[in-house]
């Protein structure tokens, strides 16, 4: 059997702390379907009246049962709702690898200006100039910054641009004859979609140990390559915040063996405006706009991640790509040559490159070297606060943009990171990313960001320092009863996921007393 | 009747030519609560070390590979109600398949008990 | 710079701490060839005026939905959107928060995610949704993997009424796969579809209403595919439609995948959208996509946590069952809002109006001299066939300030048969003034 996951400790934990019951700041409250009704409506139309003829009879005879707030209804329920999450704008947000940096609200402003929002896909292009003149200039910076031949804005999100770069480097490899090329090296230390992405395309994956200091080992990746492996897939600055080392031999070692380079940019914030990926010998790599360049999380997405390709790759870019035409620019939108197609219905995400640009252009060149600079420097910052009450795996180097700890400080203390993580919920942060990197046993992966003053770091180091003091001195309770002062307790995954509910249903008694 | 076990965790019931194959106590406590458990096909017929199920806790899905080579005979259906018996019994009524041996001589390469209990020391 | 909170003496303190000589030294692991090796050419910080100004002049050159009459669709579409929406997926609270990964403080998303998960089931009739994909298109591609996961077979058929985009991201998908049918264009509404399903059909794709506008019988599509054991997957555009159409799931459809962006959602230029998914209860662990379930805490209060995760990539790495990993999360939300505004009586009302526009637009159209309307059935969306190039014509439009819908030679550009077509689409926002102002337009052209 394999476990392709740490054992991760689940259940809902059994003290007997007081019951969190709604109040007035933090609400118990009802699902949409409990508060509104099908009549009700926030929404004022006219009611017009149609006739069915030019419908086929596909009319509608089942019913919708879809309950309508008012507006002052749903203004109230919405805003409840948004107090029972924590959030960047309400306090620190540490998660490792997921860059939970400030989002300017100026770039929300904007995004929603009507030249930007109010444009249509397929509008004639001469009516959109502006719109591809925003494109080829987010497109100028990613390239500068990366120092690379081309970029293809339209992937939806991060493992999509990896999809991305990796059908490009496929695309590549088939017009040069190399289609035999089967294999993709992948670290163990590497996100999950990036095994996942080669799998997907039909690689085999052959995972790299990590060395004991926790870089790629270039050795082992030397001897894993052959004329059968198509690529390497490498984050880098890795997932246990280092800088690769020997990222060139390791690049140059790939390219000798003829195969590329797929960079994983997920930590791109770390090295921005001072490091350029191309001059380390990458071939692809996705930047995720929604970390590095603020454009906002929103729960979960929408992302956005433009992949920069070196020259090698460029020909094999998807469509829609921008191309200088006489009367102005003009999109690309059907294949010409290339052999990779069209990954998703329209230009991508629009109203995320509205975003990023701007935060660009606030910042400057100077700016976001500066950021990237304030974000290795407050990583470091942590990692030096705490390394004398946390253990620390790796410390050979200089940490980037986050700092690793594992979970060997707190041996004996019957404490596990999860209960640490949810002890750091009642102190007022969000927890870390735990559990990742895999490498790592019981994993505590901090990114500060740029964004975090002085103040909050030492505040954070000082509740972190008194959690670890508290777990040592024998105080478990308070662990694994964690969090007591949030909107929920610890939640019960294993009935979840044992008997599955996935959407709300009708109580079975309304039913029968509405028969 | 003796019960071998596998480096990756499975055990080993081998009565007559048919084995019986689950994950030992020390695996499913470190999964966490199953939640899950794809069953093989009965009739399947599986190499050594190929994929047979796989199990997922909340936090883990992990794959059950074949002990030895065989054809599958019997699922336990039961768990796909009931997938917790894999924790709370993983031995008995926690089982996962059953498989016709097809060559008693690579039961020889398992491990046994003694073997195994080093091994999760 | 206004993001950066530390001063020069607070850095130069924390590198004390650190034990650094300077910053370069925390970059010691770079290799000195390419650390800062370079100058950037990029222009310097800005003040948050001077950057707004380069970008509303950029904006300025476009020519917006709302700068005149407007009939463009295919596959995006442009309503009202309430202000209360636009208002509350700025909260802070939504805006700024990651994936809920720790429940016990992003109940807020996960129960907002909940609720979408159920509005979507229902109006598509289906048993379980999940909490959303990037869109339309990509969620078409994810269907298709799905119904060779549950069916154990390889062959799909695409009809020649998916959208042409939707199509190529099918393709890009199953690069080089032979086992991929796609059925040429049908702009009549014609199509033989249900003649290629045979014992190694996957699934069948059927778009209604279709890229022309046509409305496609799904019952008699399920019914052919189910005969050969195929699943069927319905994609809708227009998600507004199922306000008057039968739900896809009362016909027969085992996944449903749509393009969310026209409830909450603006155009953006193509994005971001909201792919929507829906499919029947036993496919639940084939579904690509995050889930959100209902659960207890520790107390015994009900809460909502992301569940099934273990299909998803983070965790089953190659194993995984797809590439979706981000969600559209706050287009979800922006979906539900508008959603929860309408409720049934307001959802029905605007799809209702959306046909009397289009009812209207359409006559309107079949009025002009030389203009043939395609469709005997529509929702909100038909296609037209013009004595003149279709491409030209749009533009020479467009240069009046009118945007008269999609040439469908566009996103066809091969096939020369739909040369002379146009997509037009009407919503609630289309005025008899836009209509008027289109068919003069279209008059004085075509003379």
Redesign the interface.
């Known amino acids: 059997?394999?476990?392709?996951?740490?054992?991760?400790?689940?259940?809902?934990?059994?003290?007997s702390y007081a019951?969190?019951s709604g109040s007035a700041l933090l609400p118990?409250?009802p699902?949409?379907?409990e508060i509104?009704?099908?009549?009700?409506?926030?929404?004022d139309?006219?009611?017009?009246?149609?006739?069915l003829d030019?419908?086929?009879g596909?009319?509608?005879?089942?019913?919708?049962?879809?309950?309508?707030?008012t507006?002052p209804e749903?203004?109230r329920?919405?805003?409840r709702?948004?107090?029972?999450?924590?959030?960047?704008?309400?306090g620190m947000?540490p998660?490792g690898s997921?860059t939970?940096k400030?989002?300017?609200r100026?770039n929300?402003?904007?995004?929603?200006?009507?030249?930007?929002?109010?444009?249509?896909?397929?509008?004639?292009v001469?009516?959109?100039?502006?719109?591809l003149?925003?494109m080829e200039?987010l497109s100028h910076?990613l390239m500068?910054?990366t120092?690379t031949a081309a970029v293809a804005l339209t992937p939806?999100?991060?493992?999509?641009g990896e999809?991305l770069g990796m059908?490009a480097i496929?695309a590549a490899q088939?017009a040069a004859g190399q289609s035999h090329r089967k294999i993709v090296l992948v670290p163990e230390s590497a996100?999950?979609?990036n095994?996942?992405?080669?799998?997907?395309l039909g690689y085999a994956?052959r995972p790299i140990p990590a060395r004991a200091d926790g870089t790629v080992d270039v050795q082992a990746v030397k001897e894993a390559l052959s004329p059968e492996v198509a690529a390497i897939m490498l984050t880098n600055p890795n997932t246990c915040g280092?800088?690769?080392?020997q990222?060139?031999e390791i690049a140059e070692a790939v390219h000798a063996a003829g195969a590329f380079f797929y960079c994983d940019g997920a930590n791109f914030n770390a090295?921005m405006?001072?490091?350029?990926p191309g001059?380390?010998g990458i071939d692809a790599m996705h930047i995720n706009l929604?970390k590095t360049f603020s454009t906002?999380?929103?729960?979960?997405?929408?992302?956005?991640g433009p992949v920069v390709l070196s020259e090698a790759l460029a020909p094999f870019a998807?469509v829609p790509f921008l191309r200088k035409g006489e009367n102005g620019l003009e999109l690309v939108?059907?294949n010409e040559g290339t052999a990779?197609?069209?990954?998703?219905?329209?230009?991508?995400?629009?109203?995320?490159y509205?975003r990023a640009?701007?935060y660009?252009?606030?910042?400057?060149?100077?700016?976001?070297?500066?950021?990237a600079?304030?974000a290795?420097?407050?990583a470091?910052?942590i990692?030096?606060?705490l390394s004398h009450a946390f253990s620390v795996p790796f410390n050979d180097?200089?940490t980037?943009h986050e700092a690793l700890f594992d979970d060997s400080f707190l041996d004996g203390t019957g404490v596990t990171t999860l209960d640490f993580?949810?002890a750091l919920?009642d102190e007022g942060f969000?927890?870390m990313t735990m559990?990742?990197p895999l490498v790592v046993h019981g994993a505590m992966l901090i990114e500060p960001t740029?964004?975090?003053?002085?103040q909050t770091l030492d505040r954070f180091c000082d509740v972190m320092e008194e959690l670890a003091a508290d777990a040592k001195a024998g105080n478990k309770d308070r662990f694994t009863a964690a969090?007591v002062k949030?909107?929920?307790?610890?939640?019960?995954?294993?009935?979840?996921?044992?008997s599955?509910?996935?959407?709300?249903e009708r109580p079975v008694d309304t039913l029968k007393a509405a028969e | 009747m003796t019960t071998k076990f596998t480096p990756d965790h499975e055990y080993l019931r081998v009565e007559g030519s048919i084995g019986t194959v689950g994950i030992t106590p020390y695996a499913q406590e470190a999964l966490g609560d199953i939640v899950f458990v794809e069953l093989p096909e009965v009739g399947k017929v599986l190499k050594k070390g190929d994929e047979a199920a796989v199990v997922e806790s909340v936090k883990a899905a992990s794959e059950i590979y074949a002990p030895v080579s065989g054809t599958v005979t019997e699922v336990n259906t039961t768990l796909s109600g009931e997938p917790g018996l894999i924790n709370s019994d993983p031995e008995a009524g926690g089982w996962i398949y059953k498989i016709e041996i097809a060559d008693a001589g690579e039961i020889d390469g398992l491990l046994d008990s003694d073997a195994y209990a080093q091994l999760t020391l | 710079m206004r993001y950066l909170p530390h001063s020069e003496a607070e850095r130069a303190e924390m590198l004390g701490v650190i034990g650094a000589a300077n910053i370069d030294a925390l970059f010691s692991a770079v290799p000195a060839r390419a650390l800062k090796s370079f100058d950037l050419g990029l222009p310097a910080h800005s003040p948050e005026f001077l950057v707004e100004a380069h970008m509303k002049a950029l904006a300025a050159k476009n020519h917006a939905g709302a700068d005149g009459p407007f009939f463009i669709g295919a596959g995006a579409y442009r309503h009202h959107v309430p202000a209360t929406v636009d208002h509350l997926i700025q909260r802070s609270e939504f805006l700024t928060a990651y994936t809920p990964y720790q429940p016990e403080i992003s109940q807020g998303t996960l129960q907002m995610l909940f609720e979408f998960q159920t509005q979507v089931a229902k109006i598509t009739g289906m048993d379980v949704a999940n909490a959303s994909l990037y869109d339309g298109s990509t969620g078409t591609a994810e269907a298709v993997l799905m119904a060779r996961r549950l069916t154990r077979r390889n062959k799909i058929v695409l009809s020649g009424g998916l959208h042409p985009h939707y199509r190529d991201v099918v393709k890009a998908y199953l690069k080089d796969d032979a086992d991929l049918e796609c059925l040429s264009a049908s702009p009549e509404g014609q199509g033989d579809i249900l003649d290629h399903i045979d014992e190694q059909t996957a699934a069948i794709v059927v778009q209604t209403p279709d890229f022309y506008g046509h409305l496609r019988n799904i019952k008699t599509a399920a019914d052919a595919a189910h005969a050969k054991g195929a699943l069927l997957i319905v994609v809708i555009t227009e998600v507004v439609s199922l306000g008057l159409l039968e739900a896809p799931g009362a016909l027969g459809a085992d996944i449903v995948v749509a393009e969310g962006q026209s409830i909450g959602n603006a155009l953006n230029f193509g994005g971001p959208y909201l792919g929507l998914m829906a499919t029947r209860k036993e496919f639940i662990r084939q579904m690509p996509g995050r889930l959100c379930g209902e659960t207890v805490d520790a107390e015994g209060q009900r809460g909502f946590v992301l569940t099934l995760s273990t299909r998803e990539q983070h965790i089953r790495r190659e194993k995984a069952t797809s590439n979706i990993c981000t969600n559209s999360g706050l287009c979800a939300l922006a979906f539900s809002i508008h959603m929860a505004l309408l409720g049934e009586a307001g959802f029905k009302r605007l799809a209702r109006l959306n046909h009397a526009n289009a009812c209207k637009l359409a006559d309107a159209l079949a009025g002009v001299e030389g203009v043939e309307v395609l469709n005997k059935s529509f929702f909100n969306e038909m296609t037209i066939r013009t004595p003149l190039p279709a491409a030209a014509l749009v533009e020479r439009l467009a240069a009046r300030g009118i945007l008269a819908g999609v040439p469908v030679s566009r996103v066809e550009p091969t096939d020369a048969s739909v040369a002379d077509l146009i997509v037009l689409a009407a919503t609630e926002l289309t005025t008899g003034s836009d209509i008027a102002a289109l068919c003069a337009a279209l008059a004085e052209e075509l003379q």
């Open positions: 059997m394999s476990m392709n996951n740490q054992g991760r400790p689940t259940g809902t934990g059994t003290s019951a969190s118990n409250e699902l949409l379907f509104g009704d099908t009549e009700h409506s926030g929404v139309l006219p009611e017009v009246e149609i006739s030019r419908l086929g596909f009319e509608r005879k089942t019913s919708l049962d879809l309950a309508g707030l507006e749903a203004m329920h919405y805003v709702l948004s107090r029972l999450n924590h959030s960047i704008d309400s947000y998660l997921c939970m400030h989002n300017p100026l929300e402003k904007m995004a929603r200006l009507p030249g930007f929002s109010d444009i249509h896909p397929l509008q004639p001469s009516t959109v100039q502006g719109a003149e925003l200039e910076w500068t910054l120092n939806k999100a991060g493992a999509h999809l059908m496929k088939d996100h999950g979609t095994p996942a992405t080669a799998a997907f994956v280092l800088f690769e080392p990222v060139i090295i405006g001072v490091v350029r001059d380390l929604h906002p999380h929103g729960g979960g997405g929408p992302g956005a998807p939108e059907h990779l197609g069209r990954v998703t219905a329209f230009q991508g995400q629009m109203g995320m509205v640009l701007t660009m252009l606030s910042h400057g060149g100077d700016g976001l070297a500066q950021a600079q304030d290795v420097l407050n470091n910052y990692k030096a606060r180097y200089p980037m993580a949810k919920i969000h927890p559990y990742f740029e964004s975090e003053s002085k969090p949030a909107p929920r307790r610890r939640l019960d995954e294993t009935r979840a996921a044992r599955p509910v996935l959407r709300w």
